[in-house]
């Protein structure tokens, strides 16, 4: 069970878009539709923003959405905004009740 | 709202056993997915398992990775889950968090997490 892969990091100006690739396997990413992705910032509890690649929780912001092609989820921060800088993790679940997570990007708001 | 709470030992010896709680205010973990998750310095998070009630009994899932070290359980009179990791090394040295799962059929992710708890491993 490897981690999935993302950069390690991405920087934007105010109001533009980054997007974030989250690569793992067949077996995991590839087959399941359960990629969530999770913004952390340091010190702070890590806070839950796309579940089931694309769906929303209430509250988080509509500038953040999520997507999957193949082996690869994607999370694209549109009209991005300062308080956006800070550490996103993506998870997929990897079948047997198994869960594995990436290997973290940092986002800077330049 | 649920919240949770992640209290133990900052500071473990290697070979020793590393033990946390986590305090779950807001539910009972009688009908809880509880899992926990960690992250060395400056690597991303690793997923060591679940722990829920199934016919009034524990049922843990646990990474395999770490199966022979790792035990979690439920309180249900404190209303806590926890973590016991044996054997610990220096490579054990991460932030510990505790996150409800949301496991179903249509649905699986991690909400809400506690804000963590650093474990150093050292002599």
């Known amino acids: 069970q490897s981690a999935l892969t993302q950069p390690r990091s991405v920087s934007g100006s105010p109001g533009q878009s980054v997007t974030i690739s989250c690569t793992g396997t067949?077996?995991?990413?590839?087959?399941?539709?359960?990629v969530s992705w999770y913004q952390h910032h340091p010190g702070r509890a890590p806070k839950l923003i796309i579940y089931?690649?694309?769906q929303r929780p209430s509250g988080v912001p509509d500038r953040f959405s999520g997507s999957k092609s193949g082996n690869t989820a994607s999370l694209t921060i549109s009209g991005l905004q300062a308080e956006d800088e800070a550490d996103y993790s993506c998870?997929?679940?990897?079948?047997?009740?198994?869960?594995?997570f990436g290997t973290g990007t940092k986002v800077t708001v330049l | 709202q649920v919240q949770l709470q992640e209290s133990g030992p900052g500071l473990v010896k290697p070979s020793e056993t590393l033990s946390l709680s986590c305090s779950v205010s807001?539910?009972?973990?009688?009908?809880?997915?509880g899992s926990w998750i960690r992250q060395p310095p400056g690597k991303g998070l690793e997923w060591l398992g679940f722990?829920?009630?199934?016919?009034?009994?524990?049922?843990?899932t646990y990474n395999p990775s770490l199966k022979s070290r790792i035990t979690m359980s439920l309180d249900k009179s404190k209303n806590q889950m926890s973590l016991r990791l044996s054997s610990v090394t220096a490579e054990d040295t991460a932030f510990y968090y505790c996150?409800?799962?949301?496991?179903?059929?249509?649905?699986?992710?991690?909400?809400?997490w506690g804000q963590g708890t650093l474990v150093t491993v050292s002599s």
């Open positions: 996150a409800r799962l949301r496991d179903a059929n249509n649905m699986k992710y991690f909400d809400p």
């Open positions: 807001g539910d009972s973990v009688s009908h809880y997915f």
């Open positions: 722990i829920h009630y199934f016919v009034d009994s524990e049922r843990p």
């Open positions: 067949y077996s995991d990413v590839g087959i399941y539709n359960f």
């Open positions: 089931d690649v694309t």
């Open positions: 998870c997929s679940y990897a079948g047997s009740s198994t869960y594995v």
